[in-house]
């Protein structure tokens, strides 16, 4: 019968059995060569917002085709637990060197890579592992930038400070903290005179709560950014003129406390009054002192104002008060800062 010869099935599987690698009997298949994949992730120590990359040497294969999958784990997933964060897959046309997409980091910590190559006919899967010290990168916190200044308007002062080059989803998160150091304390050796903090959301500016200084001297804010999980800290320091200011003293400037009468006989009544108050509160309070007495030391009687920025209390000498030159005292904030100092009142028996 004439016509196209055929090929047994014989035939054909002896040929099937040589393509894969020479006759091995007929029946038998050869084994698939066995791959290795070296595994070098890119540079650690960069900054959040890096692009970062795998690479793979992928040998021991018979011209393998196919392809390497990539997946990254992290950050700070030390067993590749989960679902990775990122895969991609690059095609396979022999050995050699293959890379991964780029990945942008949005966190700082250690991220895994874990590649992977899918074998074909004549080449089996290959692997590397999680814990493979070549496949971890480190990203750093993002390095941030902080730019502060000094406001002096009497009778306060403020401290504001600029962030800037923070991320995240919002921006840098976290704590601000004011510290006003003086008077005359230059290298912010004693401990500060005033702490004040505030929220940080996002880069911007951020401005302290006010306060009043009463002291001659020269004063110095320090402002200083706390960081985040992804942003590192930033401050200014003490040595910053920008934050630097000088009060030339005299109590502040427009507010005042008198007494009425200024001479009063023993167990008599002053009334105290007060006006000006830039930053009232309700712990403002009034001292009657002896002459001479230190602010922190002995008061003869004392109240608190009402909280507003002028007003009067009555206060009543004791009557075991020895004859002597007092005067009235105005403090800020449950403290003994000064704000105002009266005239003399003296007090006969």
Do not use: H
């Not at 070549?134 to 306060?156: D, E, F």
């Not at 110095?220 to 930033?234: C, I, K, L």
């Amino acid at each position: 019968m004439g016509g196209r010869p055929s090929r047994s099935v014989s035939s054909l599987a002896t040929l099937a059995i040589v393509v894969l690698g020479g006759v091995a009997g007929e029946g038998t298949a050869a084994a698939a060569a066995q791959t290795s994949l070296y595994n070098q992730a890119s540079a650690s120590g960069y900054q959040v917002g890096v692009n970062i990359f795998d690479s793979a040497q992928l040998s021991g294969g018979v011209n393998p085709t196919g392809s390497i999958t990539f997946t990254l784990f992290g950050p700070d997933n030390a067993t590749c637990a989960g679902s990775p964060i990122f895969t991609t897959t690059t095609t396979v046309n022999g050995n050699g060197y293959y890379t991964s997409s780029r990945f942008t980091t949005k966190a700082a910590g250690t991220y895994r890579w874990i590649a992977v190559y899918g074998g074909d006919l004549l080449n089996g899967a290959s692997s590397s592992v999680c814990s493979d010290p070549n496949a971890a990168v480190s990203v750093a916190k993002r390095a941030t930038s902080l730019s502060a200044s000094a406001g002096w308007t009497s009778p306060s002062t403020t401290e504001t400070a600029v962030l800037t080059s923070g991320v995240g989803p919002n921006g840098p998160t976290g704590t601000m903290t004011y510290k006003l150091y003086g008077p005359d304390d230059s290298t912010c050796a004693r401990a500060p005179l005033y702490t004040t903090t505030r929220s940080v959301v996002g880069n911007g500016t951020y401005q302290s709560a006010a306060y009043s200084v009463t002291t001659a001297g020269t004063y110095q804010w320090v402002a200083m950014y706390g960081g985040d999980a992804n942003n590192a800290g930033a401050g200014s320091t003490c040595s910053d003129a920008a934050s630097r200011f000088s009060f030339a003293g005299g109590g502040i400037a427009g507010t005042a406390v008198s007494g009425s009468p200024t001479a009063v006989a023993r167990g008599g009544t002053v009334t105290a009054s007060w006006s000006a108050v830039a930053l009232p509160t309700s712990t403002d309070w009034i001292g009657l002192y002896r002459s001479g007495t230190a602010d922190g030391g002995a008061v003869v009687v004392w109240k608190y104002t009402t909280g507003a920025a002028s007003g009067s209390v009555a206060l009543k000498f004791p009557w075991a008060t020895t004859a002597g030159t007092f005067e009235l005292r105005l403090m800020a904030n449950g403290t003994t800062r000064r704000l105002a100092t009266s005239a003399p009142i003296t007090m006969v028996w």
